[in-house]
């Protein structure tokens, strides 16, 4: 693969279980964490450990950032400077209502001078490599996004992930990746794009096109494989996930992941996930993380609508991974 392939910052999707699951398959190239709130880690808050959780490759893992505060994301990436990892992310992206009201996320694309002043502020006192991920913004301004990036790139942004559609847009819309080819030429530095990446094939594609790294989201969630299957450049099916087994037997498991079964081992996957979720994430994160990993593994399944329909309604751990082994005892095929 020519150029790097990154796992996005997905909320409740994005923790150590997706990314040691993405790893049992082959990995990406760098996995973005979850978006951390800058409020909660500097105040320390109980769940924290898990969000800032660095393994299972700490030197691949980019913490992203959120907040509407200068102060606050200043304070918090001393923090996350202090972990081993690949780089620190700025959210400036998400578009969603209640962390865009807060003025977060894409909220930092409504004015260049402020989104620039906190980049002026981060890059001296962190050592980390800084990034920022963004949207094409709120009015689709190719001009205004050009300005945007160009003073995050003078403040000391050393690489940008667009993710080419309007704030209100969300995903009614096909991604305008033309736009990323059109801004790596306005920048000195990187440009990664994101967006509508569904197989392999087609990661295969745009990691060809005209952009310095390639990140995928839903899709890698709804098939763990696909990095790892893109690389490979083929059209195999990815064999399986890794046996249920216990933290002491963790590192002595060795998966052939290109053994070429078709189709992928979709039960013994789903249990795994359920197994990484016990491990590495706290009871109460538990049903919630299950429901939003299903919800995207299950158009894997031919009745897939039925089963997500059923795990919604479980609300414990165990209900759902009932729900997971029933359906596959009554749809053997």
């Known amino acids: 693969m020519s150029v790097p392939l990154l796992l996005a910052p997905m909320a409740e999707l994005s923790h150590r279980a997706l990314r040691e699951l993405i790893e049992r398959y082959g990995g990406c190239d760098f996995y973005f964490s979850e978006m951390i709130s800058a409020a909660a880690l500097i105040a320390g808050g109980s769940f924290e450990k898990w969000y800032i959780d660095n393994l299972p490759r700490p030197k691949k893992l980019i913490f992203q950032l959120v907040s509407p505060d200068f102060d606050q994301n200043s304070r918090a990436a001393v923090i996350l400077n202090r972990i081993e990892c690949a780089g620190i992310d700025i959210n400036m992206g998400c578009s969603a209502p209640l962390i865009r009201k807060t003025g977060a996320g894409a909220a930092w694309m409504r004015d260049i001078d402020r989104a620039g002043e906190l980049i002026s502020r981060i890059r ?34 050393e690489f940008i992930t667009l993710h080419p559609r309007l ?25 990664a794009g994101n967006g509508d990446v569904s197989d392999a094939q087609e990661l295969v594609q745009r990691a ?35 046996p249920r087994y216990g ?45 939003r990993f299903f919800g995207f593994f299950c158009d894997n399944l031919k009745w897939g609508t039925f089963l997500k329909n059923r795990i919604n309604r479980e609300e414990t751990l165990t209900g759902i991974e009932q729900a997971w082994r029933e359906y596959f005892l009554q749809n053997e095929e």
Not at 135 to 150: A, H
Not at 167 to 191: N, T
Not at 212 to 232: N, S
Request: hydrophobic fraction near 40%; include cysteine.
């Open 167 to 191: 704030v209100r847009e969300k995903f009614k819309r096909l991604a305008k990746w033309e736009y990323i080819g059109a801004l790596r030429k306005e920048l000195k530095i990187p440009v």
């Open 124 to 157: 001296p006192i962190i050592s980390r490599r800084l990034s920022v991920k963004l949207r094409t913004g709120y009015n689709d301004d190719f001009e205004y996004l050009v300005r945007f990036c160009r003073r995050l790139e003078e403040e000391g942004v």
């Open 247 to 291: 933290e002491e037997e963790r590192n002595k498991i060795s998966i052939n992941v290109f053994s070429g079964r078709v189709p992928p081992a979709l039960e013994e996957t789903g249990l795994t996930f359920l197994d990484l979720l016990v491990m590495y994430q706290p009871p109460e994160f538990h049903v919630s993380r299950a429901k």
């Open 208 to 242: 060809k096109g005209p952009c310095d790294a390639v990140m995928v989201g839903r899709a890698a969630v709804r098939k763990p494989w696909i990095f790892a299957q893109a690389k490979k450049n083929s059209t195999k099916e990815i064999h399986t996930a890794a």
